[in-house]
């Protein structure tokens, strides 16, 4: 009963470096969402996707990249991090539905320097 | 203005007693509502979902007044285990289930 996994847990990168962080979710969900997680700030959307070979730019794209080729990954790109990027990743996916939630990974510790 | 407000805390209380937390939100369109438990550097979990008639799972009842756009969460006979981040959650009316978080109220209990 995996349902949403991130990989990897913890990552410290320097200014930039470039870095993949990956979710994988068992639960057939259509949508995917990657969020990063500040104190004071909440959880705000990164990108999100609506199902396999789709993507779109949430709260805060800027920065990153996203693909989503299987259905079950969606994988999250920093192609030169910066220092603001450090923070909490979470991944979560959920079925279209609106009233269904999301079902979260137990997340990604970024610290770049 | 955020679109979901929430008292960051914390409410400090002691074991049995009763806690309530309210939350706003700005889009009188929104569609669904969620309360979620987040532990100290954990995921967010989901805890019940908030119903227009108010709805109740064990301890916790939520309830929502939409002329008002207000959402609330009352906890009764609070346990230690309680202790955690409640986080109002808001769906806008789109195409898409975009979920908006609250920056989350602190709950501690204590013995």
């Known amino acids: 009963n995996a349902g949403v996994t991130q990989t990897p847990k913890f990552r410290v990168l320097k200014t930039g470096q470039s870095m993949t962080l990956l979710c994988a979710q068992d639960m057939n969900h259509e949508y995917m969402y990657w969020y990063r997680q500040d104190p004071g700030m909440g959880l705000r959307l990164i990108h999100y996707s609506v199902g396999e070979g789709t993507t779109a730019k949430g709260e805060v794209p800027d920065g990153y990249n996203v693909s989503r080729l299987k259905k079950q990954n969606f994988l999250l790109g920093l192609e030169s991090a910066a220092p603001s990027q450090t923070s909490v990743y979470f991944c979560a996916s959920s079925y279209p539905d609106r009233g269904s939630g999301y079902t979260f990974g137990s997340g990604t510790r970024l610290t770049v320097v | 203005r955020k679109e979901v407000e929430q008292d960051p805390g914390p409410f400090n209380v002691p074991e049995g007693a009763t806690v309530a937390f309210n939350c706003t939100y700005s889009?009188?369109?929104?569609?669904?509502f969620f309360w979620y438990r987040q532990d100290c550097r954990k995921e967010p979990k989901l805890l019940m979902s908030?119903?227009?008639s108010g709805n109740e799972d064990g301890r916790f009842t939520a309830q929502l007044n939409r002329a008002s756009q207000y959402i609330s969460l009352l906890i009764r006979d609070s346990k230690l285990s309680d202790s955690a981040t409640y986080l109002c959650v808001v769906s806008p009316n789109t195409g898409f289930q975009k979920l908006v978080f609250g920056t989350g109220t602190r709950l501690l209990v204590s013995p």
């Open positions: 908030v119903y227009s």
């Open positions: 889009n009188s369109a929104s569609q669904s």
